[in-house]
């Protein structure tokens, strides 16, 4: 079974913002919700990194605990997809998310919040697969097509990783072997537990 | 006396109680259809699952480079 997960490589990551805008196109993300984003540490200070952040599908998610209409559920591949339908715009999923994922369209004139909207993985919802209703509310299901999630596969120094757990780790590991540094994988504890470093992910060892 | 001063602790005490918040919460939504279920896949979750891994091999340049080095 697979275990689908997200690394950002920092060493790599030149801040171009391909993978937002590429996940802005792919799914038409409305006005104001950033599925994905860009945080730029140390800005204009040598060594400054930048992370590319989005819904981490953790794999003890705390939005799938806070949330009051138990609206949240995981897929066979561990990820965390949320039914629009069910979801009342609470935010409660967004004070308990530590990357800022949950994101909140405004509904009408005076700043309602409307339901929820996150990263899908590009896996669509709990709708018909490629339905127009599945496009309209979570945005296109390009799993289901055999793709990986748009902005990975857009990205440009390929600093961005997706895909099944063990694989994306032995990518990772490659490269730190390779260039002799950067063994920790930025927001993996945070997000799956365990470890960050890269060294003690079982998926490293090849 | 006593009875009444009993039922009124237990009535103070009533919302000291601790509802068990961790507990895994079933999911009340629509149910999903799988991913391999589509077309592409019909069904067959092993050739889903090759499929995804080898496009996500596809992320690794130092395949088509050739200068990996892997201990």
Same mark, same amino acid.
């Given at each position: 079974m697979a275990r689908m997960k997200f690394i950002c490589d920092a060493e790599r990551c030149?801040? *171009? /913002?391909s993978c937002a805008t590429a996940c802005k196109q792919e799914h038409e993300v409305p006005w104001g919700v950033n599925r994905r984003r860009l945080v730029t540490v140390n800005?204009?200070?040598?060594g400054e990194r930048s992370i590319s952040v989005a *819904?981490? %599908? *953790?794999?003890?998610?705390p939005c799938m605990a806070v949330c009051p209409v138990d609206c949240f559920y995981r897929t066979e591949d561990q990820v965390v997809l949320h039914d629009k339908d069910l979801c009342? =715009?609470?935010g409660y999923c967004f004070y308990a998310c530590p990357f800022g994922a949950p994101q909140f369209p405004q509904a009408g004139a005076f700043g309602l919040r409307g339901k929820m909207d996150k990263c899908t993985y590009c896996a669509g =919802?709990?709708?018909? /697969? %490629?339905s127009v209703e599945e496009f309209r509310k979570y945005g296109r299901n390009r799993i289901a097509e055999g793709k990986l999630p748009a902005c990975a596969e857009m990205c440009s120094t390929k600093a961005l990783l997706a895909g099944d757990a063990g694989v994306i780790t032995h990518i990772y590991k490659t490269r730190v072997v390779t260039? =002799?540094?950067?063994d920790e994988i930025w927001g993996w504890a945070m997000a799956y537990g365990g470890s960050g470093k890269l060294s003690d992910q079982p998926g490293a060892k090849a | 006396m006593k009875a009444l001063a009993m039922l009124a602790a237990a009535m103070a005490l009533a919302a000291c109680n601790e509802i068990p918040q961790d507990a895994p919460k079933p999911y009340a939504g629509k149910e999903d259809t799988k991913a391999y279920a589509s077309d592409m896949f019909k069904g067959d979750k092993a050739k889903y699952e090759s499929h995804l891994a080898k496009r996500a091999d596809y992320q690794n340049e130092y395949i088509r480079t050739g200068d990996a080095k892997t201990k």
């Open positions: 030149i801040e *171009c /913002n800005d204009g200070i040598p *819904c981490m %599908h *953790c794999s003890d998610a009342i =715009g609470c =919802g709990p709708e018909e /697969n %490629h260039r =002799g540094k950067g | -």
